[in-house]
C-alpha cells in the first residue's frame, strides 16, 4: 500500500476529493463507488431527506448502505479511518479495487496547431452559406395579398385574416 499516515486526520478528511478509498462491496449500485461521493449522497439526504439517487436514499433510510455504517465508525472514533491519499495511488496498491484512469497524473495535452487555409472563407458562416448554395431552392407558394371588404373596419379584417391563417 501507499505510505502509512501517521497523523490522525479529522473526519473530514474522508471528505475529500483527495481520499482515493473505493467500496468494492457496495451491495446497493453497480459499480465500485469512491467514498467520498457516497458520504456526499449521504449528506444530501441527512439535509433534504432524499439524494439524487434513488437507490442509495432507500438503502440508508433501510439501515443497508455500508458507507453510512463506516461514516458512523469514523465519528465514533473520531478521526478519519477509511482516508487512502490519491496521489500516486495504482490498481495493484489499493487491493484490487479499480481506480479511475482520470486519477492518475497524467500530462497536460498541448493544443494541436490548425491549417485555417484550408476553410472556404475564412469562418463557419462563410462555409454554410457557400455548401448552402448548392441546395436546390424550393418554391414558395403563391397566395393573394389580402384585402379589405367594403364597410369591413381594420380590427374585423384582423379577425378575419387570424381566422384563416
Known amino acids: 500500500m501507499t505510505e502509512e499516515v501517521t497523523t490522525r486526520l479529522p473526519v473530514t478528511a474522508s471528505e475529500s476529493g483527495k481520499n482515493a478509498y473505493y467500496l468494492p462491496n457496495c451491495n446497493v449500485v453497480d459499480h465500485v463507488p ?12 441527512k439535509a433534504a431527506g432524499r439524494s439524487a439517487f434513488h437507490e442509495c436514499s432507500t438503502a440508508a433510510r433501510q439501515g443497508r448502505c455500508k458507507a453510512a455504517d463506516m461514516r458512523q465508525e469514523e465519528e465514533l472514533k473520531g478521526e478519519a479511518l477509511y482516508f487512502v491519499p490519491r496521489a500516486g495511488l495504482t490498481q495493484a496498491e489499493h487491493g484490487g479495487a479499480p481506480v479511475p484512469s482520470w ?36 418554391p414558395r407558394p403563391t397566395m393573394p395579398a389580402p384585402t379589405m371588404v367594403a364597410g369591413e373596419t381594420p380590427m374585423q379584417f384582423a379577425r378575419r385574416l387570424a381566422v384563416t391563417c
Do not use: H, W
Not at 34 to 45: E, G, N, T, V
Not at 107 to 135: H, Q
Open 103 to 138: 486519477s492518475a497524473r497524467m500530462p497536460t495535452p498541448k493544443p494541436k496547431r490548425r491549417d485555417l487555409s484550408t476553410n472556404v472563407g475564412g469562418s463557419f458562416a462563410d462555409a454554410i452559406n457557400e455548401a448552402m448554395k448548392s441546395l436546390p431552392v424550393a
Open 34 to 45: 469512491a467514498y467520498c461521493s457516497c458520504l456526499d449522497k449521504i449528506k444530501q439526504i
